[in-house]
């Protein structure tokens, strides 16, 4: 069973940055995970939906929600199956829950990010 383990939520004041890793364990020890899967990032705010804020699939190739365009990027190392989320000029509006996805096969428990002076 793959596993899913976000970390590197916190505080961070406006206009801070904040980088959050993704780690993937499970299956056969020799699996590339990121190999065969992509991995998506979801933002939760308060009493809100799950929405899709980045996504990078198995060829490497990215997408980003309209709303973090040029804020957020995306990454994975494939040799540690951790997948990353780097989180640049951040603001209130961004304070929430991250999860981190594999669509259809697994999800994070999530990892709170606090925007706040």
């Known amino acids: 069973q793959v596993q899913l383990a976000e970390s590197g939520g916190g505080l961070v004041q406006p206009g801070g940055s904040l980088r959050l890793s993704c780690a993937a364990s499970?299956?056969?020890?020799?699996?590339?995970?990121?190999?065969?899967?992509?991995i998506s990032w979801y933002h939760q705010a308060l009493e809100n939906p799950r929405e899709l804020v980045a996504a990078i699939y198995s060829d490497g190739s990215t997408e980003y929600a309209d709303s973090v365009k040029g804020q957020f990027t995306i990454s994975r190392d494939k040799t540690n199956n951790t997948a990353y989320l780097q989180m640049d000029s951040l603001n209130t509006e961004d304070t929430g829950v991250y999860y981190c996805?594999?669509?259809?096969?697994?999800w994070g428990q999530g990892t709170q990010v606090t925007v706040s002076s």
């Open positions: 996805i594999i669509p259809g096969i697994t």
């Open positions: 499970g299956g056969r020890r020799s699996e590339g995970i990121f190999r065969l899967y992509g």
